[in-house]
């Protein structure tokens, strides 16, 4: 069975930190780029940056509302992908989702979601 | 303002045919970047319901299906059932952007 859990999120003030984990189980990890997507309440979903996988360098990307404070990486051999969210502002409270795409076109495997909450 | 524009919602009674749109530009859609289709459910996770374009994940149902055609891609729904209600999101790729989602489309089953 596929599985994506996070874990991580919470209660933080403006100007702090937080790093989500999403384990995954279930597919092949290590070949498969991991999407970071967040959604504030009542909102539509927000791409906010992706890992590729080795064979893909492990290129990053980030969404222009979080480039420079949001980091992307992962360990392939616990088979886990981690956002490290600096410099929080209010307006990054939102349910974070871990998502992978293996390859095969679009994010096929999501996790749950995780909310994170930046208020003083 | 999301690069790829899709109508707040969208409605139909049970049975009928629905088609939710999808628009870009010559950066996304029109540059050849293929269109990926996703359903949520109320207090859920979103689901992959079509991949490139117009292919379908095993278990989606035949009455979803997607299209492309220039810088616009539509998804259509026949046979309108009750737990089709949902929002749905396309996204896509763009060349400055990277990975771009669309607003969202309300679908309302009367």
């Known amino acids: 069975e596929v599985q994506l859990v996070e874990s991580g999120g919470g209660l933080v003030q403006p100007g702090g930190s937080l790093k989500l984990s999403c384990a995954a189980s279930?597919?092949?990890?290590?070949?498969?780029?991991m999407h970071w997507v967040r959604q504030a309440s009542g909102k539509g979903l927000e791409w906010v940056g992706r890992?590729?996988?080795?064979?893909?360098?492990?290129?990053?990307a980030y969404a222009a509302s979080v480039k420079g404070r949001f980091t992307i990486s992962r360990d392939d051999s616990k088979n886990t992908a981690y956002l490290q969210m600096n410099s929080l502002k209010t307006e990054d409270t939102a349910v974070y989702y871990c998502?992978?795409?293996?390859?095969?076109?679009?994010?096929?495997?999501w996790g749950q979601g995780t909310l994170v909450t930046v208020s003083s | 303002q999301s690069v790829l524009t899709q109508p707040p919602s969208v409605s139909g009674a049970p049975g009928q045919r629905v088609t939710i749109s999808c628009t870009g530009s010559?950066?996304?859609?029109?540059?050849?970047?293929?269109v990926h289709w996703y359903q949520q459910l109320p207090g859920t996770a979103p689901k992959l319901l079509i991949y490139?374009?117009?292919n379908r994940p095993s278990g989606v149902p035949d009455r979803f299906s997607g299209s492309k055609s220039g810088t616009s891609a539509s998804l259509a729904i026949t046979g309108l059932q009750a737990e089709d209600e949902a929002d749905y999101y396309c996204?896509?790729?763009?060349?400055?952007?990277?990975?771009?989602f669309g607003g969202g489309t309300k679908l309302t089953v009367l």
């Open positions: 279930g597919f092949t990890f290590s070949g498969s780029a």
């Open positions: 010559s950066s996304n859609i029109g540059a050849g970047y293929d």
């Open positions: 998502a992978a795409d293996p390859g095969s076109g679009g994010n096929v495997y």
């Open positions: 490139g374009n117009s």
């Open positions: 996204q896509s790729y763009d060349s400055s952007s990277d990975v771009v």
């Open positions: 890992i590729r996988s080795k064979a893909n360098s492990y290129a990053t």
